[in-house]
Nanobody, 116 residues
Framework: QVQLVESGGGLVQAGGSLSLSCAAS????????MGWYRQAPGKQRELVAG???????NYQDSVKGRFTISRDNAKNTVYLQMNSLKPEDTALYYC??????????WGQGTQVTVSS
């Protein structure tokens, strides 16, 4: 079993920055992909950014150039640096991890609110 513990998030004005982190813990697991999803009120959960264990990344088009995902494999931790935040980035952000066997895990979610 894998537990994902998120930290970061909060309230920021438009144009500001926030950072999120997520640490995976447990025993006997191997994480292949980690990433961040978000869900705004009334909308479906969507992928924000993902990163493989080898460092390959992918981003949602709306965050390219503003958000940066990174990962520390030794610590099983994934980070999301969010710059030039916009009100439309406001959402509940979820950490996601997929094991080498394809099992998916989710964090509890952390709120990001961007005021205009």
């Amino acid at each position: 079993q894998v537990q994902l513990v998120e930290s970061g998030g909060g309230l920021v004005q438009a144009g500001g920055s926030l950072s999120l982190s997520c640490a995976a813990s447990g025993s006997g697991f191997s994480i292949s992909v980690m990433g961040w999803y978000r869900q705004a009120p009334g909308k479906q959960r969507e992928l924000v950014a993902g990163i493989t264990s080898s460092g390959s990344t992918n981003y949602q088009d709306s965050v390219k150039g503003r958000f940066t995902i990174s990962r520390d494999n030794a610590k099983n931790t994934v980070y999301l640096q969010m710059n030039s935040l916009k009100p439309e980035d406001t959402a509940l952000y979820y950490c996601h991890a997929k094991s080498g066997t394809g099992v998916r895990y989710w964090g509890q979610g952390t709120q990001v609110t961007v005021s205009s």
